[in-house]
């Protein structure tokens, strides 16, 4: 017998302030959502907090009939996103490796979410992309850059792959010598290389963006949303295939890969913001294996900056409490 359809199953969109999102912005105007990761003091970079209401928005804008485009950006203008909150990695995932099994899957659904509103995408990149932020445009249908923009993949430098989207998309984008260009050199390219190898389709001055962001936005409200939603699946093709290929190997080796030294060394990197000895690491991992992972088990003492093990009490350098 047919039950009664509940209360809480509404095909529709909710008013903005209904969500009381933290790390976002989230407003509609007219027939256009935009969604804005609000962190500039962090360059945009998302947490788990972050993930979850991005995938809240984006679940919002596929049920809401009166948006028909949706444009992704980041507060200011320093940066459209940087990826993963590497402060948050730091302190409360990597140290617990089944925790980064757990994260993946926030960023994976914010993902599929995205590439699966069935309404064009554009992203406003209004400052740096990277690393995950990248991801993030490429998982957006079309793209529009400041011309101050730069973008870049960071992974192998930094202590991770980016298995996250961009070896799966940008060889799809830009070519797979270019790809791996971004990918293992971890260099920027500047907005208008971007435009020129397709991973953006327009470079403005930052004055127009906003101007350009919404003319693109008229002309594609002024097409078919049913045929557009399944040109959009249509296209999505070769995406969805790399990505479901790969993706779940990724999130599997990412998690055991967080307790690795090379991982350790990342963030030791991005906390003192000094440069990582890649040769000392070469040498390192060319020795005789360790038995655990001391890289993990450290922290730096407040007064010299020395690094002890996770166990001291006071540091064996200076003798300061730590």
Known sequence: MPQASSP???????????????????????YVATITINRPDVLNCFDTTTLKELASAFLDCTADDSIAVVVLTGAGDKAFCTGADLKEQEEQILTKPNDYYKWMYSFIEMHDRLRNIGKPTIARLNGMVVGGGNELNMACDLAIAADHVTIKQVGAARGSVAAGGATQWLPLIIGDRRAREMLLLCESIDAFTALDWGLVNQVVPSSMLDQAVAEMAEKLYNKLPECTRYTKQQLNFWRDFSWSMTIGHAREWLALHAGHMETAEGLKAFRKKSEIDYSKIRKKEAGKAQPFNAGMEIKGCPKCQMEMPASFVFCGACGEKI
Do not use: N, Q, W
């Open 8 to 30: 809480e199953a509404v095909y529709t969109g909710l008013p903005v302030e209904s969500f009381g999102f933290r790390r976002i912005v989230y407003s509609k105007d007219k």
